[in-house]
């Protein structure tokens, strides 16, 4: 599309301009989106209200029975369209009960947000995910794929009952390096079909071909700085695989991908030390 204003005399304070309406009516539009969205959410939390209270002054029993959405669907459809079906109902009843103070709901999510969370029966894991969602800024997808690949539990396992309460009330905080390293890490994005073996070549790079869905997984704070990088130990060439930078713990995180399992012996305290000196030696590098 060919923009009239090129032709004037004045181009610099004209595309000035046209820039500034821009941002404006962008602005707005966000904005307007918000709005809408925070509307949505708390019109059906009302509704999930409406229905509860309803059945629990006994109506439910004495006219419509189990019956009751399937009547509500019918009758608000007929009279305000499309909705209102069965399945949307319900869920706006289990809001409801999820999530019974309407003060806590959070403008940051959307109602596709909610109908993930509720279908959380835990209610220690839903905050989890509601407050690490909040955190990081899930999509609707992403919060999905979180949830089906268990994040909760795998952030879980080495805790004690009192860092799982913390993870519901704060999600995941980073303070230290052990913060942001999971007993268990899922890579289902890759596609890797069963039985295969892979190759350590082949894993960077099937890792550096979903890279924004690797550093998701990755968890907060996460910047790709590099891949092979080189360096040398003792005038011999030796090369780390991939190299992140963590903004929040402001260090870097050097990743050696193995493709085979080691026995347990290997991890020797002679192994660990050369890690640690091959550590120390590439963050020298990388910051000279």
Not at 102 to 109: G, I, R
Not at 249 to 257: G, H
Request: hydrophobic fraction near 35%; proline fraction near 3%; charged fraction near 25%.
């Amino acid at each position: 599309m060919e923009l009239q204003g090129r032709e004037t005399n004045h181009e610099k304070p004209y595309r000035e301009l046209l820039e500034r309406i821009s941002r404006k009516y962008a602005e707005g539009q966000a904005q307007a989106v918000r709005s809408v969205n925070e509307a949505i959410v708390e019109t059906n939390w009302y509704i999930g209200q409406y229905i509860v209270e309803y059945e629990q002054e006994g109506k439910v029993k004495a006219k419509y029975g189990s019956q009751l959405l399937v009547h509500l669907s019918h009758d608000l459809t007929l009279l305000h369209g499309r909705g209102f079906s069965r399945p949307n109902l319900n869920n706006m009843r289990m809001f409801y009960l999820r999530f019974p103070i309407c003060q806590t709901l959070s403008n940051k999510l959307s109602w596709s947000h909610y109908c993930e969370l509720i279908k959380i029966s835990d209610d220690i894991e839903r905050s989890f995910y509601l407050q690490q969602n909040l955190l990081e800024n899930w999509s609707v997808s992403e919060l999905k794929r979180q949830k089906e690949s268990g994040l909760f539990v795998r952030l879980a396992m080495s805790k004690n009952k009192d860092e799982i309460l913390q993870l519901s009330f704060k999600g995941q905080v980073v303070e230290t390096p052990k913060d942001i390293v999971k007993d268990v890490y899922v890579f289902e994005f890759l596609k890797i079909p069963e039985p295969y073996t892979i190759s350590e070549t082949e894993l960077e790079t099937r890792l550096l071909d979903n890279l924004q869905t690797f550093l998701l997984e990755l968890g907060k704070g996460f910047t790709f700085v590099g891949r092979q990088y080189r360096m040398m130990i003792n005038n011999t060439p030796f090369r780390v695989d991939l190299v992140f930078y963590h903004r929040i713990l402001r260090c870097f995180v050097l990743i050696d991908l193995v493709t085979i399992q080691y026995p347990k012996k290997i991890y020797t305290k002679g192994v660990k030390s050369y890690y640690r000196f091959v550590v120390n030696l590439t963050i020298k590098s990388l910051i000279a």
